[in-house]
């Protein structure tokens, strides 16, 4: 069990390139979560997996935004024609099952200049 | 105002102080997390609660739900303790997604 890993821990882009980030859950976890942080805040939900399926999404993400987690293990989150106002960090977080811990990766930064 | 409401913001305090964390909040919750963030974004869990408290080694968490509150505690504190403290609430429905506070920014000076 190697914790939930993110790739690539920093990303820095130009405004309107696309962007995808990848997610690693801990084996076995079932629930995938991604939050997003910006700089001085506390980070706010994204969306959520169940296995395979997405079953909830923020308003925050907008069409820019979208997530897979085919086949239930790792997940993916693409940014299209990225804003600086997209510019935070970007975490992942596991649990095995409801009313259980959560456990987060090291988060990927993402500046878009 | 935001669901979860977290005080102070920023605490610096000497080696050895009592150090207490604040949380309020808002909704129903399934449980309440206090979690801790370093420099460079990870973030990992301290405890997890849905009622009393509970207790890890110099850091003890209690929750009165009736009253929507829960503090974080630190005894004898140490600089290594210097962090964000963040606190979240699992929304009871659906995806018991995290609430989170805006953290306290905990400096502990030797």
């Known amino acids: 069990d190697t914790g939930v890993s993110q790739d690539p821990r920093h990303k820095i882009t130009k405004r309107g390139q696309n962007v995808t980030f990848r997610c690693d859950p801990i084996s076995e976890h079932n629930r995938l979560y991604w939050y997003r942080q910006t700089l001085g805040q506390g980070p706010e939900f994204l969306t959520y997996?169940?296995?395979?399926?997405?079953?909830?999404k923020s308003r925050l993400l907008s069409d820019r935004f979208s997530a897979e987690r085919p086949k239930g293990s790792f997940s993916t989150l693409e940014i299209q024609r990225t804003e600086q106002g997209d510019s935070a960090m970007y975490l992942c977080?596991?649990?095995?099952?409801?009313?259980?811990?959560?456990?987060f990766g090291q988060g990927t930064r993402l500046t878009v200049v | 105002k935001n669901e979860v409401e977290q005080s102070p913001q920023n605490l610096t305090a000497q080696e050895g102080e009592f150090i207490t964390i604040n949380c309020s909040y808002s909704?129903?919750?399934?449980?309440l997390h206090w979690l801790q963030q370093h420099p460079g974004g990870g973030i990992v869990s301290l405890f997890m609660?849905?009622?009393g408290k509970k207790k890890h080694g110099r850091l003890i968490a209690t929750i009165n739900i009736q009253e929507k509150h829960s503090s974080l505690h630190i005894t004898a504190s140490h600089p290594r303790d210097s962090a964000v403290y963040i606190c979240a609430v699992a929304i009871i429905q659906g995806a018991q997604k995290l609430v989170f506070g805006q953290g306290t920014r905990l400096t502990i000076n030797p």
């Open positions: 977080a596991s649990s095995p099952r409801r009313d259980t811990e959560a456990f």
């Open positions: 997996f169940q296995n395979e399926a997405q079953l909830e």
């Open positions: 909704v129903g919750i399934s449980a």
């Open positions: 609660l849905s009622s």
